[in-house]
């Protein structure tokens, strides 16, 4: 007990400054080689500001150097995030200043190395990126799951504040740094007091607690949450939120080294607006409707459901941190260069033309939806992956041209449709056709969010081939159904049923089971719809997605909203595009001249070497002259 307690003693006598300092230390020997050090640095002395002895980066510093667009204008958002990530593992001390240490800690939690130091903070870093944007509101303390609609249309009105870089905030913040009090509620994102304390379980930070427990300081960790914001009491502006998706659409298929100007060239209106309906698209799966920010509960089970490689693009944005220009690696001797010290991969040299992250754009799938698809699916089996197998505006909307162009692709593959909301009394004998084929809607449509033309876009990710399928269905475990417009949400394969896809002369089935060689007396003629299913007629004209929240299908219902719907739509595009690379292109053409073969081969009869012995076999059997003709004399 005495050495427990003297262990104790000398955690709380141990100031924040010095293991931050020992953390920023072992960050530095740890997470980089040698050489990433030294570019690290040349690149912070390079750029930095002086004050009274001590080098900081502004923030526009920052934002110049990682060529934030100022169109888009997150400059201030990302700001905010590095001077709280800054303060890591303390969020008391938080703005921090960025000097040397706390620009390493930002960069080794934005590239995801602190693994190698902080063993049980692997995993996750989105509860701290969270914290790093959510502002807390007092008001929203205590009704933050269900605000009344007063305080909804109160918040709304006000202006978010933003983050206050003048000096003499700069000042405030260094007189925190050096372990001076303050109440943090002045700065945009900075937290104040929160109510209700002492009814609320303590809020642990898994990495914080990791970087102190390699400190042995887990005891100052426990003193430091005193000052730190409950986060179920903090929210993200929603208007923040949005600026940070569009950047984050921007810089998803960047590769380390990548200039992000050149991706921020193409930022011209047209594009702007196409980002900003993209983005409200995810925003609204959080249903901003209802909240006037988003909330930690909303966020911790969105992203890891529907958005799991959300923040992806932020590692080789500031892996940017580790290549200094004025470091010419040519110029240095061999002989003073260690075998160890190896700098990181460069994709692309600065004046390198990059290749096209789409062959080409189709009536559904742009750069800005493929960014959003690479939200859930890796970008590295999207970005220069993908191929156009199938694009209906060009081959025809048939089930045939479906087969003849999709069918030979031996690699998974992306289903896009695109359509507009049917009204729900059929009109023309299209439509009541194809409402008589279903059974009679019982679900009301799904949210609109921002879109008011009823327009939608569903899709799956298929992980097998396709091909005609009869008993039974096809697919894998990592098949996704999901929908990106108007709303967000990717519904995962389940294992109670495994009625993936179907392809039959009915249409086809995503969740939905195959459909039955012949009417049984006694059972409906209709359509057999899943749980959570996407059906395409056979005439590729009408679609219908249908959500039952019971689930018990193929695919897991929505882990946010628990209510049931159906959208039926009149199909307006169709497209189906292959991933992979030139390999899988190759196979199928392969598979094509293949067949091409076979088909020729068929189309051919040769005759034999005795001509008159193959005409006679072939009279014989009636097929040639007039000798084979059947029925007998009239007479």
Known sequence: MGQGHSDEHVARNVSTEQLSHELARRFAKKCFTPLEITHFKDVFRSLADEQDGMQYWKEETLCRFLVIPDALGPGPLIYQM??????????????????????????????ERYGTVLKRGRADRNKLLFRSLAVFDRRMSSVYEKPTQELLDSVRDEKLEKVDTSDAVLEEARSQAAGEESSQSALGFAIDKPAND???????????????????????????????????????????????????????????????????????????ESLRQVADSILWSFTPEQNAGIFYHSFNKIIPASLPYIFDGLNPLFEHFLFSKNIDLSKRKRSSAPAQMT????????????????????????????????????????????????????????????????????????????????SPTPKGTRERSFADTLHPKRFADGASGNNSHGKVIFGAYIDVPWKHTYKEAIGGSEMLLFQLSP?????????????????????????CPPPRAKSVSGLSSHT?????????????????????????????????????????????????????????????????AFEEREAEARRSVKMGKDIEADRALLEMAGLVGGHGNSGGSMG
């Not at 967000?488 to 969740?511: C, M, N, P, Q, W």
């Open 528 to 592: 057999a719809l899943g749980p959570i299913s996407l059906l395409l007629d056979s005439s590729l004209e009408f679609g219908v997605f249908t959500h039952d929240s019971t689930g018990g299908g193929s695919f897991h219902p929505s882990t946010t909203r628990h209510s049931d719907w159906q959208d039926r739509f009149e199909i307006d595009n169709l497209e189906i595009w292959g991933c992979g690379g030139d390999e899988e292109a190759e196979r199928q053409r392969a598979a094509w």
């Open 343 to 422: 700098s990181p991969t460069v994709h692309q040299t600065a004046d390198a033309p990059l290749e096209p992250l789409l062959p080409r754009e189709g009536d559904i799938l742009n750069l800005d939806i493929l960014s959003q698809l690479s939200f859930f699916i890796k970008g590295t089996n999207l970005f220069r992956r993908l191929r156009p197998l199938y694009l209906g505006a060009d081959a025809g909307f048939s089930l045939g041209s479906i087969e003849q162009k999709v069918f030979n692709w031996r690699a998974p593959s992306i289903l896009l449709v695109s359509g507009t909301r049917l």
């Open 82 to 111: 590095a001077t709280y990530l800054g303060a890591f593992p303390f969020p008391s001390l938080a703005p921090s200043i960025l000097t040397i240490e706390a620009l390493l800690k930002v960069v080794v939690i934005m590239t």
């Open 198 to 272: 002492e009814d609320e379980e303590e809020d642990d930070d898994e990495l914080a607690l990791a970087a102190l427990d390699s400190l042995d300081a887990i005891e100052v960790f426990k003193f430091d949450q005193r000052a730190d914001t409950k986060i179920h009491h903090a929210q993200i502006p929603v208007d923040n939120f949005r600026r940070l998706l569009m950047l984050l659409l921007v810089i998803a298929p960047l590769d380390s080294q990548e200039s992000l100007s050149k991706h921020a060239e193409r930022l011209n209106p047209k594009r702007i």
């Open 487 to 511: 709303l967000h949400e990717v519904f995962g394969a389940s294992t109670v049923s495994k009625d993936y896809l179907t392809f039959t002369k009915t249409g086809i089935g995503l969740g």
